[in-house]
């Protein structure tokens, strides 16, 4: 073993620094929980994983003539039963017909139907897409966002995403809440009953007829208070929100209309959330006298006499509004703690029996320890190079992840036979050169397969397959470690076992 | 091992393995193997309407593992009587547990069937697909595959540049892909999510023996055809049982913890590299033979 100049081998030196970087990169510095740095996705941690689809279509379209957004909006929503939001890059109104402009259907309407929809406004239709545009999924996105960490609080590291399918062109909303909580299946209640808030009032006291008066798009979303312990009673306590402009108005009207001004116990409002009670209360008589007088300036509204779980619902109600489109959950996955912790457990265990299985075929076909150990020990390497990669890089290990490190080590382990048989191929090697061609034949046949299985698993990274995805990236970064840094180690440490032995 | 006492392949010997068996042989097994699993896929697809037997990824649908080692029958029982939720359509037991499937439900039947978990079986996970996303990912599932054999094929015609050994390997790998969905068939193993990152590695894995092969043949002496098959075989059977050892072990570990992405993922490849070790010596020999020999009028 010349081991001076193993030392000078860049080889070996990169494959050193590639390994330091990694346990720096594992070592759990910087507050990170457990042993290493690594963080564990849902199946191994357990939590609720969620995906979103939103409901809606939108058409491109074009020829608006003279009309504004708002009368686009208008015509083309006469001809169909769900919300329609016209938006364009543009000026509003411009006048030219060759602008184009997106119109979105918010609801369940067919391709056909949502293209009728506007040729019968008397526009011209360009294409139709399934979905809604960019601008309203960000919105959805940030809406879920500000409802779950409502509810669960901003401490629970929930994560809510966008995802696009390159192939189908659908648009996903991907909510990961890890842990368990105590309420965990709730994750999906929370985002399936999108938080419909609206305000009725009755209208009439014998039978309980109600009439809508605002909905949740009228609250400012910002002016909802935590609630607000009564100062005289500690047991009551007070939400506090503002109407905007027009929702001020049309609850004045209501309250006139409906007479909850002159009679204000007879026609108390009624909060809904998701169609669901939530506050039945007669408006205050000062509050009533000034609405009936025309001297309440409106905005600001405060709901009292609450007890303490009252007052939560209906902060969070008032908080949430409404999502800008219905919404469908089309995939949940909820695991517990307990599964998660025993996964981990297990697939560890599988992990290194797995490496154990092919430690003990490479010792029955080798027969020899100075093969079966570096034949190990590398790809040992290639493991932790490949764990320090994605604790940098913040990948979640899961299943599909373990099983792609699994995968990893078996291609790496066939590169290493490729090596070991080509270099001690007819016997002896008697001089580095000739070790230097074989190792290059080794290598031509490691890169063809390398770029095969790279190729292979390029769409299923590409696509994002939800969770299988993790499996193609680990398999494609492995192989790359392994082709580029720990395979070229190896030979070197190979050609000192073998030349050595050579006289 | 003796690095030196590795004896100089001498075609004399290999002569006598390879020379005696004639061509229609060493394809027809291969040939044969893929057959059945053919067969088997279009039997199942007669019967069923799909040629594989489709998970509840793919089909939508609600599956509940439970944690607890209560038997598959008071499972069953206590998951049949639920307020608002259907019946199961199946309960299997596990080790350490029990599967519990349903057919797609509605939202409120899911929230029906999470108020039970959370009260009964807090230790359980759930998983729900709709159907329509189910049948999104399946048209993905298939695109990926499709655009991976594509990519497959690239790459291996713009390495060798020869129409025929090209030809065997990418032959080799699609045969090496089905069988073992045959076999799951078979097994009674539905085809899942977890399943197609499988189907795509066995390419992978499987074209390193070949390419090993197809190299050594077309780069070396034609004198020397069957000491070259020979070496490349040793290098790759090597290979690849090491890689099949590897599976077992994860297949069958994987069995007994439950954690069927992990089994199914170690049964196809190891099925996939089975296939491939009778593909690649027999079927790829043969056609590289006729290529190498044959086609140059030797022999």
Known sequence: ?503 | MKLRDIEHPTEKIDEIEYSEQSSKKLIAVPFAILGVALAVLLVTYLLTGAPVGLGFEFTGGVNIQTQTAVPAEQIEQEFSGIDGVPEPSNVRSISGGAIVSFQPLTNNEMSNLRDFRDANYADASVESVSPSHGTSLLYQSMGAIAFAFVLMTVVIFAFFRTFVPSLGIILSATSDMLVPIGVMTLLGIDVSLGTIPAILLIIGYSIDSDILLTRNTLSGRRKQFYGNVRNAMKTGVTMTTTSMAAMAVMAISAHFFSIFILRNIGIILFFGLGMDLINTYMMNVAILRWYVLDRRGMR
């Open chain 1, 1 to 503: 073993m010349n081991y001076r100049r193993l030392a000078k081998d860049w080889r070996i030196w990169l494959l050193l620094v590639v390994l330091v970087f990694a346990l720096v990169g594992l070592a759990p510095l910087g507050g990170a929980e457990g042993l290493t740095a690594l963080s564990f996705g849902l199946e191994l941690e357990g939590g609720t994983l969620v995906q979103i689809s939103p409901v809606g279509t939108t058409v491109d379209a074009t020829g608006f003539g003279a009309d504004n957004i708002t009368a686009v909006e208008q015509n083309v929503a006469e001809n169909v039963e769900v919300p329609v939001r016209v938006s364009r890059g543009g000026g509003i109104g411009a006048q030219q017909a060759t602008d184009t402009a997106q119109v979105e259907f918010r609801g369940n309407v067919s391709e056909d139907g949502a293209v009728s929809a506007v040729e019968e406004a008397g526009y011209t239709s360009e294409g139709v897409t399934d979905g809604v545009t960019t601008s309203t999924l960000n919105d959805l996105s940030d809406s879920i966002q500000l409802r779950l960490e409502d509810r669960l609080g901003a401490g629970a590291g929930l994560s809510v995403s966008v995802q696009s399918n390159l192939l189908t062109g659908e648009d996903f909303i991907v909510v990961e809440v890890p842990g368990e909580r105590s309420q965990d299946g709730r994750v999906v209640e929370i985002i399936r009953t999108q938080g419909e808030f609206d305000i009725r009032v009755v209208t009439n006291a014998s039978n309980d007829t109600q009439e809508q008066v605002v909905t949740g798009d009228s609250i400012n979303r910002g002016s909802v208070s935590q609630p607000l312990q009564d100062q005289g009673n500690e047991e009551l306590y007070t939400v506090q929100f503002e109407l905007d402009e027009d929702g001020s108005v049309a609850f004045g009207e209501a309250m006139r209309d409906s007479g909850a001004t002159q009679n204000p116990e007879a026609h108390p409002p009624v909060m809904y959330f998701n169609n669901e009670e939530v506050f039945r209360g007669p408006l205050n008589p000062s509050l009533a006298g000034s609405i009936e007088e025309g001297t309440w300036g409106g905005g600001g509204l405060s709901v009292t006499g609450l007890n303490n779980s009252e007052a939560q619902i209906i902060s969070v109600a008032l908080r949430s509004g409404a999502l800008a489109t219905p919404v469908e959950v089309v995939s949940s996955t909820t695991i517990s703690a307990r599964q998660g912790d025993r996964f981990k457990q297990y697939s560890l265990l599988i992990a290194f029996l797995s490496v154990f299985g092919v430690g003990a075929t490479i010792y029955f076909r080798y027969r020899d320890l100075r093969i079966a150990i570096p034949t190990v020990v590398t790809g040992v390497a290639e493991v932790v190079a490949l764990l320090g990669f994605s604790a940098v890089f913040n990948f979640n290990v899961d299943l599909a992840y373990v099983a792609g490190l699994i995968a990893v080590i078996g291609t790496g382990v066939d590169d290493l036979i490729i090596i070991a048989d080509e270099v001690q191929e007819s016997g002896g090697v008697e001089s580095a050169d000739v070790y230097r061609k074989r190792l290059k034949r080794a290598f031509i046949v490691i890169g063809m397969a390398a770029t095969t299985t790279i190729g292979a698993m390029l769409p299923l990274a590409y696509l994002g397959l939800g969770r299988i995805s993790g499996f193609a990236i680990v398999t494609i970064v492995g192989v790359l470690i392994g082709v580029l840094v720990t395979r070229p180690a190896y030979g070197s440490v190979l050609r000192e076992l073998i030349t050595d032995r050579g006289d």
